[in-house]
């Protein structure tokens, strides 16, 4: 096990990011580079500390997959963050609730077994004096059974850091050495 938090480190110390760590240039990387896969993976594991302006412009992407907007979406609601009045977390979100009852999102991928649960989200939904601006087609919250993509070589790191994956850095320092 130790061996493993010393390739951790090494990596976390070593793996440069692609670039810098400020929401203009990981959008404009994004808009450059970014892939259907990359975009999945970067809203499936986002973390809502790492800031709001590189997650309203996933949620703005339509080639975004609608099974991990609608994760995104629901968690919010159901966290209560929804109860807040009028956030510009809060427009985000109903704007992303408009793009989800208009179909604006490919739906080519599904979630991991048990990844998406609706019942926060229903019960906060139904305290909501605003109810109508987050409800989604109940049809979207029948989640099909697809397959995950498979994981991009860079993603957004526990920092919130875009920068090559462990594992594709591990594989690079195999074949460099």
């Known amino acids: 096990m130790d061996d493993y938090f010393e390739i951790l480190k090494?990596?976390?110390a070593n793996a440069p990011a692609v670039c810098a760590n400020d929401d203009a240039s990981q959008i404009d990387w994004l808009k450059a580079n970014s892939t259907a896969e990359l975009?999945?993976?970067s809203l499936l594991d986002w973390n809502w500390d790492w800031g709001t302006a590189v997650l309203e412009w996933l949620l703005e992407q339509s080639d975004s997959d609608q099974s991990v907007v609608l994760l995104q979406f629901t968690n919010y609601v159901g966290s209560g963050s929804a109860a807040y009045g009028d956030t510009p977390?809060?427009?985000m979100m109903q704007a992303t609730a408009d793009r989800l009852r208009k179909g604006f999102y490919r739906s080519r991928w599904g979630?991991?077994?048990?990844r998406l649960s609706?019942?926060?989200y229903a019960r906060e939904l139904d305290r909501l004096p605003d109810r109508e601006r987050w409800v989604v087609p109940s049809g979207l919250l029948v989640q099909p059974d697809k397959p995950?993509?498979?994981r991009p070589n860079i993603a957004f790191d526990g920092d919130g850091i875009l920068r090559m994956t462990l594992e594709a850095w591990t594989s690079h320092q195999k074949k460099a050495s």
């Open 148 to 150: 995950v993509p498979p």
């Open 118 to 120: 609706f019942d926060d």
């Open 39 to 41: 975009k999945y993976y």
């Open 111 to 114: 979630l991991e077994r048990g």
């Open 10 to 12: 090494d990596w976390h």
């Open 89 to 91: 977390e809060n427009k």
